[in-house]
């Protein structure tokens, strides 16, 4: 719950003005940000009408259904994973705010900026292990174990390449109070 404005999420739910590698860098990912949950958005409907469909089809003729749950499953996963970034250019990941109102504004910038490090540590890993998981799948032709069989590196490559925007997103954070711009 949020009583007011908070400094570790208001002051950076803009792009950041400037003209510095960080600040153009912010300003790309925030209209990639914007492009990637247009179509996000548009894969959540398509996972509600394909499970709809699946589900009526069912239920009215008795349809057997082979794709239909993968189908919804690749689509959330990408939605998932390739909005992380926008997620956190706005700072909408859960977080603690306890501290938020205790600790000063300096310190409130250094908790921030401290826990971006561990949370780009974390995301830096979780993207390798993600990149090399859809390599594995691509290299030996995994597909999944359903009658349909699609392969597999689809949602390791969804997810591999929203973990490395996240990151993206995450150094540019990091990047922008030490590159001198600020935020409107």
Request: hydrophobic letters at 55%; proline letters at 4%; aromatic letters at 10%.
């Amino acid at each position: 719950m949020s009583h007011g404005p908070l400094t570790d999420r208001d002051d950076t739910a803009n792009t950041a003005a400037g003209t510095g590698l960080a600040a153009v860098l912010d300003r790309g990912l925030a209209i990639l940000n914007r492009v990637i949950v247009v179509f996000a958005a548009l894969a959540l409907v398509a996972a509600c009408v394909i499970l709809s469909y699946s589900v009526l089809s069912r239920a009215l003729f008795k349809a057997a259904n082979y794709w239909q749950d993968e189908a919804a499953v690749f689509l959330l996963v990408g939605a998932t994973f390739m909005t992380a970034a926008y997620v956190q250019q706005s700072r909408g990941h859960i977080g603690i705010e306890a501290f938020v109102g205790l600790l000063s504004p300096l310190a409130n910038k250094i908790r921030l900026w401290i826990v971006d490090v561990a949370t780009f540590l974390f995301c830096a890993f979780f993207t390798w292990k993600s990149w090399t998981l859809t390599h594995e799948a691509y290299v030996d032709g995994q597909v999944s174990n359903s009658m349909w069989s699609p392969p597999l590196a689809i949602p390791y490559s969804l997810m591999a390449l929203g973990m490395s925007l996240l990151c993206v997103q995450i150094l540019a954070q990091l990047a922008l109070p030490f590159a001198g711009a600020r935020r409107p």
